[in-house]
């Protein structure tokens, strides 16, 4: 089993910046892909960014390209999301996720995930 917890969500204005770190434990060893989702009240799960075991290979949904940055610290078992240049759209409830499969980014290719951190983003 992987555990996961998120934390460094809060209220920012717009334009503003947020980190959030996403703290795993367990058995990591079949771990091969560490992801962000969000949900916004009424809205269905969407993927927000993924990094690969070794942390080279990354990839983002094209809302947030060039304003979030994803990275992990293997030593310290944390995955963060650096969130820049935030928007109001930008709201929602931000989860970390597991998954025993590279390179995914669909919701249902994820086999664990954390209970998540809302981050609002006032205009």
């Known amino acids: 089993q992987v555990q996961l917890v998120e934390s460094g969500g809060g209220l920012v204005q717009a334009g503003g910046s947020l980190r959030l770190s996403c703290a795993a434990s367990g058995s990591l060893s079949s771990i091969n892909t560490l992801g962000w989702f969000r949900q916004a009240p009424g809205k269905e799960r969407e993927f927000v960014a993924r990094?690969?075991?070794?942390?080279?290979?990354?990839y983002y949904t094209n809302s947030v390209k060039g304003r979030f940055t994803i990275s992990r610290d293997n030593a310290r078992k944390t995955v963060y999301l650096q969130m820049n240049s935030l928007k109001p759209e930008d709201t929602a409830v931000y989860y970390c996720?597991?998954?025993?499969?590279?390179?995914?980014?669909?919701?249902?290719?994820?086999?664990?995930w954390g209970q998540g951190t809302q981050v609002t983003v006032s205009s």
């Open positions: 990094i690969s075991r070794n942390g080279l290979s990354t």
């Open positions: 996720a597991a998954a025993d499969t590279p390179f995914v980014e669909t919701a249902d290719r994820y086999d664990y």
